[in-house]
């Protein structure tokens, strides 16, 4: 194994002497450019870099960002906030630590004291799905952006995905293509439900309003986002004396349980009903035959945002004191299913 080189092995090969590397290293004004020229490519032939706890010893910065989740990391698509956020990261010069805690609240307390102890400028929270989150106190030692989440007095910035926007545009898809008898398989059976089946909903019945379409409650099911519901909703609505000629799907997994109880009557995708998706599930959306139009979760953005917004604000001078409250539009993927 080779040797790693010293600012002594650097100061030989540039002729200088190992203070003025240092000064080199430390962006020192008081070099020479021909001097700085030098020692440069003696770094770059000798493969040197600075070691982190030197740099951070001079700078007396970390760089680190934490990166803490509940389920993200192996939920089936949310892990591409971890790729946003890691794919930001990249050209600011900050490295990433991500703990994921699993389902399991408990863990927040060490996490974030693990994260702590280790210098971390910054964190993010992450969750696997949009909701409100209880956070320990300790999270608030460092700048903290939440993603994918927020906390109910707003007190820290957040992302999450505009789901009035996603919902409006997924109806508006199909009453563009000419459907006045648009049906809604919702994800949640209760009411109020989640944030995500509150927004869509409230997107649906706006587009509807929109377009001069009477709301028919008899068209809205509740069901649970699973592939059951669409199976379940979609024999339903169809027996109805006057049924959809087009549901809208709040998850790709109702659309797919929708998809079937479809063929199974006979019924044409979308010659005979129309059907729009809500997350672009890469296994399901384009598996399907036809291919579901669907809205995309934007999970990838939103990494990318709070990683980009959380350095915005270590960088900056006066730090934004009011938090924001950030909704990443959702993006509608259009296939053959509409």
Not at 10 to 31: C, F, M
Not at 93 to 117: F, H, Q, W
Request: charged share 20%; net charge negative; aromatic share 8%.
């Amino acid at each position: 194994m080779a040797k790693r080189a010293t600012l002594q092995d650097i100061a030989d090969k540039a002729g200088v002497g190992a203070g003025t590397v240092s000064r080199v290293l430390n962006n020192h004004p008081y070099v020479k450019e021909d001097t700085r020229q030098r020692v440069l490519q003696a770094m770059e032939e000798l493969d040197y870099y600075p070691s982190f706890s030197a740099r951070h010893m001079r700078t007396q910065r970390s760089r680190l960002i934490g990166f803490l989740t509940d389920e993200v990391a192996t939920s089936p698509f949310a892990g591409d906030i971890i790729k946003g956020a890691q794919d930001a990261v990249w050209d600011q010069d900050y490295i990433l630590l991500v703990i994921d805690m699993g389902d399991n609240p408990a863990r927040a307390e060490k996490a974030i004291k693990t994260l702590v102890e280790r210098e971390v400028e910054g964190i993010i929270y992450a969750a696997m799905y949009h909701q409100p989150v209880t956070l320990p106190e300790s999270i608030t030692q460092v700048p903290t952006v939440l993603a994918n989440c927020y906390i109910e007095n707003r007190s820290l910035s957040s992302v999450v995905p505009n789901e009035f926007q996603g919902g409006y545009e997924a109806t508006q898809a199909l009453l563009d293509a000419g459907h006045r008898r648009v049906a809604f398989i919702n994800i949640h059976p209760t009411e109020p439900g989640t944030a995500a089946s509150k927004g869509r909903l409230a997107g649906y019945r706006q587009a509807l309003a929109d377009y001069g379409v009477s709301y028919d409650e008899t068209l809205v099911c509740k069901g649970i986002g699973h592939a059951i519901s669409g199976y379940q909703f979609g024999y339903e609505l169809m027996r109805l004396t006057e049924p959809p000629t087009a549901i809208f799907c709040g998850t790709d997994r109702t659309a797919m349980g929708t998809y079937d109880a479809l063929k199974e009557q006979g019924l044409r995708i979308p010659d005979d009903v129309a059907i729009v998706g809500f997350d672009n599930q890469d296994s399901i959306a384009e598996a399907l035959r036809p291919g579901l139009s669907t809205m995309q979760l934007p999970h990838y953005e939103m990494g990318q945002w709070a990683i980009t917004y959380l350095i915005e604000q270590l960088e900056s001078d006066s730090p934004m004191q009011t938090p924001i409250q950030h909704q990443q539009p959702c993006p509608y993927i259009r296939r053959d299913s509409v």
